[in-house]
């Protein structure tokens, strides 16, 4: 059995000094898993978001669910 490792990004949109996340979208699938972090400590703790849930919270970014105005 092979442990798939997590393939860690972060948005291109991330150049504002640093205040940022970065996912591993490759585990979704497998594990149904998101995992996160914080871009700023890579070895610090991890938040595992369920694969369905992080899908519903980026479908609302995209729809403006979370606009302030």
Same mark, same amino acid.
Request: net charge negative; aromatic share 8%.
């Given at each position: 059995?092979?442990?798939?490792?997590?393939?860690?990004? &972060?948005?291109?949109?991330?150049? #504002?000094?640093?205040?940022? *996340?970065? !996912? +591993? =979208? #490759? $585990?979704? +699938?497998?594990?149904? !898993?998101? %995992? $996160?972090?914080?871009? &700023? #400590?890579?070895?610090? %703790?991890? !938040? #595992?978001?369920? =694969?369905? =849930? /992080?899908?519903?919270? !980026?479908?609302? *970014?995209? +729809?403006?669910? /979370?606009?302030? =105005?």
């Amino acid at each position: 059995m092979t442990t798939e490792s997590p393939r860690w990004f &972060k948005s291109s949109y991330s150049e #504002n000094g640093g205040q940022c *996340i970065e !996912v +591993a =979208a #490759n $585990l979704a +699938a497998s594990h149904g !898993v998101v %995992p $996160l972090r914080d871009s &700023k #400590n890579p070895t610090g %703790p991890v !938040v #595992n978001v369920p =694969a369905d =849930a /992080f899908t519903c919270f !980026v479908s609302g *970014i995209k +729809a403006g669910e /979370f606009d302030t =105005a």
